[in-house]
């Protein structure tokens, strides 16, 4: 094999570093804004752990490594040189795209940049191919793995629905209970809330988010699936119990652990998800290299196919996931950008009127608002004055004191948020499906 593929293959390995180092910029805003946001915690404390949620989670990222390889297109149909050329399309595509986004201080999903990068990229390298054999262009379909890539992409796209639909509704049932003065309701309440949080944080992230961990065993996720409602019930009772007694006798504030253990989850669900936007390409052109090295036998990279891509059950080595991880945590400790974003987004949905906005209202946000304002509407006509009463009572804002700061998010809007979103990301990863964090 000629010493220009190795070449091509270390320029990704360095293209790799640098998209962790944009991508990470872009997305940290995802599992950093509402705990900074509501100020639960330090800045250095919660950037520990959210550095130890990316760098852990990164290693449960190995199940999402086939999008690269084979999740877009077919790779049986491209040779070996043409497949190194695509990776090596996509990568600098997406470097540069992540970058200006990053510069001009707005964040975008790295899921939708690096599977339309590599259709486009794909889709290009078939045309290229079969006007070169003067075929039929209608063969492209042939080329792009359609089944894999429409569910991809409408996995995408329904994703924002549930998001949106999963959070306006667990987000309403929690503070339909807490209220705003969620202090005069969490102690009698809060020990449970706390145990159900994070009983399904380690339910979505650790049991079934388990099988795409780069070091998990067959007889292990065995066990896991037989004694799954055994281990749920046990650990949600006793942590239930824990967090009572802790709030009854010492008065701890239990929406700090759901917090930052909110972060640290949606830290672990973000590299797991989306650690493959970042360096599956270049772990994908290194199983090219490594087959092709082995099994060529003398034949040419033009001629030779990658087949061995389409193989199912590849796992990516552990040390490459943990050194992926590195330099994750390693962008959000020193990245300037990563700073930007955040501020952007925790500025954005602020609840308080007044504050400086970078973007303003937008037609589907309007047609949103005016749709919630009728449905409003047609509802206050149907409950009775009392219930109606009694639901206003539990949305009244609390009153700030004199020279409070108001903040972006209070605790149960931040807890509710991190918990929600790393719950479905993780449910996302399971099923290998790669969502937008953003």
Sequence with gaps: MSDFYFVVLGFLAVLACFDLFVGVSNDAVNFLNSALGCRIARFRTTMWVASFGVLLGATFSSGMMEIARSGVFHPQM??????????FAVMIADVLLLDTFNSLG???????????????????AALYKIYMADGSFAAVVEYINTAKAFTIISGILISVAVAFVSGM???????????????????????????????????FLVMKG??????????????????????LGT?????????????????????RIVILSGTFSLAFAFAGNDLVHFVGVPLAALDAVRDFTANANGVDGAEYMMSALAEKGNK?????????????????WFSKKARRVVQTSITLPSSHQG??????????????????????????????????????????????????????????????????S??????????KLPLSTT
């Design 78 to 87: 491209f040779t070996f040189n043409e497949i190194m050329v695509v990776f």
């Design 106 to 124: 707005l964040p975008t999903s790295t899921t939708v940049s690096i599977i339309f990068e590599l259709l486009g990229s794909a889709l290009a």
């Design 169 to 203: 509704v667990v987000q309403y049932i929690a503070r339909l209970i807490f209220t705003f003065n969620f202090e005069r309701v969490y102690r009698m309440v809060g020990g449970v809330y706390a145990g159900l949080a994070i009983t399904a944080i380690f339910y």
């Design 210 to 231: 388990a099988k795409g961990a780069s070091f998990m065993r067959p007889e292990w996720l065995e066990w896991i699936n037989a004694n799954t409602f055994v281990i």
């Design 235 to 255: 650990f949600f009772v006793s942590l239930s119990v824990i967090f009572s007694i802790l709030l009854w006798t010492i008065n701890f504030n239990i929406f």
């Design 316 to 332: 990516a080595a552990t040390i490459f996931l943990l050194l992926s991880g590195t330099v994750m945590v390693m962008t959000l």
């Design 355 to 420: 504050e400086h906005e970078q973007f303003g209202s937008s037609l589907p946000g309007r047609m949103i608002v005016r749709s919630s304002i009728t449905l409003g509407q047609v509802i206050r006509q149907i409950l009775p004055g009392r219930v109606q009463s009694a639901l206003h009572s539990r949305f009244t804002p609390r009153k700030l004191a004199r020279n409070e700061e108001p903040l972006p998010f209070d605790y149960v809007r931040a807890s509710v948020n991190l918990v929600l």
């Design 422 to 431: 790393s719950i479905l990301i993780a449910s996302a990863t399971s099923l």
